[in-house]
């Protein structure tokens, strides 16, 4: 199995709400990722946990939250979101040895609308 | 620092014909290096990866690559063209960074495919 889920799909909130994305894997990957991808655009990271600790955070705003509970489950935390927030949010997994790069397998993605 | 150039935003070709997809790496050690797939609206898909063993790499739906380390490249190619093959193509470098790995995307190049 080489599937990585999201849920929502697609997701619009106000400027107000808060809401979560969810990620999930099973294929026993230590390090996963929150990418934010705009129209045209390569995918940008976001987040990166390793062995369920944050070890990357690209100064991203404090309106997104991650959070990883289990080395399956990865959420990110949405809250006071801006228009300019409105992306698609690809979620990832990989292995993680040092001394090797192994390949990353994504999720569908959430299309996310802020009004 | 590690990064990839993709020489062409936009390609065209027609059903049946050779894709030549162009990437130049810059790495100061012995890169990892893949190809991956993006259908609108969709998540990121693997084509194949380089990891320092055989220079040709094969992948999956036709595609290959081919590691020059004289030339910094790793162009993808397919002989023949399917309709099914429309799609945003990215080429991406694995750098490592703060224990663990991570991705640096060219800015794709979008391949269309022409009855």
């Known amino acids: 199995d080489t599937e990585v889920t999201q849920t929502p799909k697609h997701l619009v909130m106000g400027m107000t709400n808060k809401k979560s994305l969810k990620c999930e894997q099973h294929m026993g990957h230590r390090a996963m990722y929150w990418y934010k991808q705009k129209a045209k655009k390569p995918p940008e990271l976001m987040f990166v946990y390793s062995y369920e600790k944050l070890s990357i955070n690209e100064s991203v705003p404090s309106r997104f939250s991650p959070e990883c509970p289990n080395s399956s489950l990865l959420n990110l935390h949405l809250h006071a979101l801006q228009p300019e927030d409105s992306a698609l949010y690809l979620c990832?997994?990989?292995?993680?040895?040092?001394?090797?790069?192994?390949?990353?397998?994504f999720g569908p993605g959430t299309r996310l609308t802020v009004t | 620092a590690q990064s990839v150039t993709q020489l062409d935003s936009h390609v065209s070709v027609s059903e049946g014909t050779p894709v030549l997809l162009r990437c130049n790496y810059s790495?100061?050690?012995?890169?990892?290096l893949f190809w991956y797939v993006q259908h609108p609206n969709k998540g990121l898909q693997l084509l194949l990866k380089y990891t320092s063993a055989a220079t040709l790499v094969k992948g999956i739906n036709g595609f290959e690559a081919e590691f020059k380390k004289s030339e910094t490249s790793f162009h993808l190619t397919k002989p023949s063209a399917h309709m099914s093959d429309a799609a945003e193509y990215f080429c991406v470098v694995s750098s490592w960074n703060s224990g663990t790995y991570k991705y640096i995307f060219g800015t794709g190049t979008r391949l269309k495919v022409l009855a």
């Open positions: 990832a997994s990989s292995q993680v040895t040092s001394g090797s790069s192994y390949e990353q397998y």
């Open positions: 790495s100061s050690y012995s890169p990892s």
